[in-house]
Nanobody, 122 residues
Framework: QVQLVESGGGLVQAGGSLRLSCAASGRIFSDYAMGWFRQAPGKEREFVAVISRSGSDTYYAGSVKGRFAISRDNAKNTVYLHMVTLKPADTAVYYC???????????????WGQGTQVTVSS
């Protein structure tokens, strides 16, 4: 099983940008599609973006499409989430997760990181 560790969260003003990283160890990283999810206080964890094993395909939630970009570097065993034009509504704990195939459903992911906090001030 792969282990995942997120980093890169922080406090940013509305309109700013951040890049999250998720470093993987353990199993072969390129065996997994990788997703990003987020969870705001009092809300359910929601899908943000997913990238295929090779990195050739991506899919985004409507609320972030055009503002967020997911990418991966299989040589570095790392997946990234580049976020621009951040809004206060983007405030949440962001999690990366691994799945056997691309999916927007959290129940399809069997391995999760510990999360990194992103706070966007107005």
């Amino acid at each position: 099983q792969v282990q995942l560790v997120e980093s890169g969260g922080g406090l940013v003003q509305a309109g700013g940008s951040l890049r999250l990283s998720c470093a993987a160890s353990g199993r072969i990283f390129s065996d997994y599609a990788m997703g990003w999810f987020r969870q705001a206080p009092g809300k359910e964890r929601e899908f943000v973006a997913v990238i295929s094993r090779s990195g050739s395909d991506t899919y985004y939630a409507g609320s972030v499409k055009g503002r967020f970009a997911i990418s991966r570097d299989n040589a570095k065993n790392t997946v990234y989430l580049h976020m621009v034009t951040l809004k206060p509504a983007d405030t949440a704990v962001y999690y990366c997760a691994a799945a056997s195939a691309m999916s927007a459903r959290r129940h399809d992911y069997n391995t999760w990181g510990q999360g990194t906090q992103v706070t966007v001030s107005s």
